[in-house]
Structures are given as structure tokens and as C-alpha cells.
């Protein structure tokens, strides 16, 4: 059973940068596709960015293209989501989530595993 842990959130002035990690224990992260949520207080879990196994295809959602990078390191079965040019709509929960399938869902009904989350607030 794969365990996922999030950290790296914090508080942020807009237009700063934020580093979030997601971390993993109880297998290897390499067969999953991973991508990061978030949830901000009465909304729906938002997709964010995705990565493949090998980390040659990433995707992302179109609010943070050019501000966000996901990466990620089967070696140390670690994922990462660089997060720069913060804005205040970019505050919420940041989870990271691991799917077992071949394709890249944004979808967060169909993750196979989750972490407990990492809180983003970006304010002044």
C-alpha cells in the first residue's frame, strides 16, 4: 500500500514562490501517473498539473502554465510541484495524487492513492 505525504505549504505573498514536495513510502513511485490537486474551502478538488512514470509528459491546468512546474524523482520516489508568480486564487489544499492506469485523468475520483494534503495561502 502506498503511502503519499505532502509538505512545503505555507504562507505566501502574491507574487511569490513556493516549493511543494510529496513524498512516499510503502512502494515506488515509477508505475504511477501523479498529479497534483487542490481544494480551496467550499470548492470541488482541482486538477493542477500532471506527470508521467518516465517524466517526459507533464500537463497542466491552464491557470498555472508558465507558473507552475511539476517534476519528479523515481530514484528518491519523491514528485514536486514549483510554484511561482503566486496569486491569491492559487490558495488551497495541494494534494498529490498516484493512478495506476495509462492515461492521465483529471478526474480525482479515479486515484488509486492520496496524501493527507499541504495548505498554500497566498495573502499579503
Known amino acids: 500500500q502506498v503511502q503519499l505525504r505532502e509538505s512545503g505549504g505555507g504562507l505566501v505573498q502574491p507574487g511569490g514562490s513556493l516549493r511543494l514536495s510529496c513524498a512516499a513510502s510503502?512502494?515506488?513511485?515509477?508505475?504511477?501517473?501523479m498529479t497534483w490537486f487542490r481544494q480551496a474551502p467550499g470548492k470541488e478538488r482541482e486538477y493542477v498539473a500532471t506527470?508521467?512514470?518516465?517524466?517526459?509528459?507533464?500537463r497542466y491546468e491552464d491557470s498555472v502554465k508558465g507558473r507552475f512546474t511539476i517534476s519528479r524523482d523515481n530514484a528518491n520516489n519523491a514528485l514536486y510541484l514549483q510554484m511561482s508568480s503566486l496569486k491569491p486564487e492559487d490558495t488551497a489544499l495541494y494534494y498529490c495524487?498516484?493512478?495506476?492506469?495509462?492515461?492521465?485523468?483529471?478526474?480525482?475520483?479515479?486515484?488509486?492513492?492520496w496524501g493527507q494534503g499541504t495548505q498554500v495561502t497566498v495573502s499579503s
Open positions: 495524487g498516484g493512478f495506476g492506469g495509462v492515461y492521465i485523468p483529471t478526474n480525482s475520483r479515479v486515484y488509486d492513492y
Open positions: 506527470i508521467r512514470w518516465s517524466g517526459s509528459v507533464t
Open positions: 510503502g512502494g515506488t513511485l515509477s508505475s504511477y501517473v
